[in-house]
């Protein structure tokens, strides 16, 4: 079975500033995707950015993007220029590309705090 | 911008009720799911849902959960005796046909059981 690990259960960061938020996953599939959500106050799931494995460039959205080390099963998001609006709950989560209605998985979340 | 509707927002029931949480998902997808987030842990799979049969269910979807798609656009939880450890958020999402596709959540649905 697919595990995913978020090692940091909180991060704090600067407004205007960088952070980096780290996940990784234990698989011996190939073929799979991954991808960051963010979970507001609100508790509603929004889709951050996706990466597929068979892709060798990492992903970016606006001011998100990846590092994806496939070899090292890592996959961190990067959030620059950060905004008081990126304060919540980050999960990352695995999904495997094979069968016909493959769930995700998700790691355990990071509170992200920014601060002014 | 289509989205994925759960009904209603929080729901409080006692103990050994019937609860059912609707959900509508996007119009054109093929693939929906339930998941469940207990209060300050992670969001957990409960099963998932394809060409009207369960493609795959967890350890966690037990003989009291069932799940449903009525009428063709409407997908429900059914949870037959509730008990205190099913409070959660529920959360419904759907996904289109094609494998690259990511999953679209709704807003989640409280449940609290008293």
């Known amino acids: 079975a697919q595990t995913v690990t978020q090692s940091q259960p909180e991060m704090s960061v600067q407004e205007a500033e960088t952070v980096t938020l780290s996940c990784t996953y234990d698989?011996?599939?190939?073929?799979?995707?991954l991808f960051w959500y963010k979970q507001p106050p609100s508790r509603q799931m929004i889709l951050v950015i996706r990466q597929e494995a068979y892709k060798q460039q990492n992903a970016t959205e606006n001011r998100f993007s990846v590092n994806f080390q496939k070899a090292a099963k890592s996959f961190s998001l990067k959030i620059s220029d950060s905004q008081l609006g990126d304060a919540a709950m980050y999960f990352c989560a695995y999904r495997s590309g094979t069968g016909t209605a493959s769930k995700l998985t998700f790691g355990t979340g990071t509170r992200l705090q920014v601060t002014l | 911008e289509p989205e994925v509707t759960q009904t209603p927002s929080h729901q409080v029931t006692q103990m050994g009720q019937e609860v059912i949480l609707r959900c509508v998902p996007i119009s054109n997808h093929l693939y929906f799911y339930w998941y469940r987030q207990i209060l300050g842990q992670k969001v957990e799979f409960l099963v998932s849902?394809?060409?009207?049969?369960?493609?795959?269910k967890s350890e966690i979807f037990d003989d009291q959960f069932s799940v449903e798609r009525p009428d063709g656009s409407n997908f429900t939880l059914k949870i037959r005796s509730t008990k205190l450890e099913d409070s959660a958020m529920y959360f419904c999402?759907?996904?289109?046909?094609?494998?690259?596709?990511?999953?679209?959540f709704g807003q989640g649905t409280r449940l609290t059981v008293v």
């Open positions: 849902f394809y060409n009207n049969e369960i493609s795959e």
């Open positions: 698989t011996s599939e190939s073929d799979y995707y």
């Open positions: 999402a759907s996904r289109a046909g094609t494998d690259y596709t990511e999953a679209f």
